[in-house]
Antibody, heavy 112, light 107 residues
Framework: EVQLVESGGGLVKPGSSLKLSCVASGFTFSSYGMHWIRQAPKKGLEWIALIYYDSSNKYYADSVKGRFTISRDNSKNTLYLEMNSLRSEDTAMYYC?????WGQGTLVTVSS | NTVMTQSPTSMFTSVGDRVTMSCKASQNVGINVGWYQQKTGQSPKRLIYWASNRDTGVPDRFTGSGSGTDFTLTISNMQAEDPAIYYCLQHNSYPYTFGAGTKLELK
């Protein structure tokens, strides 16, 4: 069974940094591209980043380009999202996803 | 960037109804569209990939169709467990983009 478990969310101040993790199991992690998608409170879904299976290519939404970095460690079956210069508008539930499978999300709140 | 416009924004239906919702892309996205269902308090779940392929375990009352710029999700026989927000996603070009969603409710 495919499982994706996000962690690392929390309450942070504007301008600070945070690193999210997503531990994958139930499939060959090193063979698949992975996504981060977020959802602000009571808002719709926003795709924010993709990393290829071998980290050879990374793509970002305009809203996070230059501030967020997606990465992965295939030896640990783990996907990461490093978030810098956080803003109030980055407040959201952050999901990792692979194909039809999504995690339960981790909540990031940016507030002074 | 490709804008995905969903309509209607919301709709009320009854059990047994046939429901149709639309997603229009601002440029040609081929068949690179997925449909997602998000029930209250849950993570989204993908129903349809490549515009018309049902994911494993998705009831056959859910049908996706379309190509190019116009896409449709149809629920042939609305069930009590189907109220949710439905989103389309284009994965033809970066950045990938979601529609704003169609909220489906029971009367």
């Amino acid at each position: 069974e495919v499982q994706l478990v996000e962690s690392g969310g929390g309450l942070v101040k504007p301008g600070s940094s945070l690193k999210l993790s997503c531990v994958a199991s139930g499939f060959t992690f090193s063979s698949y591209g992975m996504h981060w998608i977020r959802q602000a409170p009571k808002k719709g879904l926003e795709w924010i980043a993709l990393i290829y299976y071998d980290s050879s290519n990374k793509y970002y939404a305009d809203s996070v380009k230059g501030r967020f970095t997606i990465s992965r460690d295939n030896s640990k079956n783990t996907l990461y999202l490093e978030m810098n210069s956080l803003r109030s508008e980055d407040t959201a539930m952050y999901y990792c996803a692979k194909g039809p499978h999504w995690g339960q999300g981790t909540l990031v709140t940016v507030s002074s | 960037n490709t804008v995905m416009t969903q309509s209607p924004t919301s709709m009320f239906t009854s059990v047994g109804d046939r429901v149709t919702m639309s997603c229009k892309a601002s440029q040609n996205v081929g068949i690179n569209v997925g449909w997602y269902q998000q029930k209250t308090g849950q993570s989204p779940k993908r129903l349809i990939y490549w515009a018309s392929n049902r994911d494993t375990g998705v009831p056959d009352r859910f049908t996706g169709s379309g190509s190019g710029t116009d896409f449709t999700l149809t629920i042939s026989n609305m069930q009590a467990e189907d109220p949710a927000i439905y989103y389309c996603l284009q994965h033809n070009s970066y950045p990938y983009t979601f529609g704003a969603g169609t909220k489906l409710e029971l009367k």
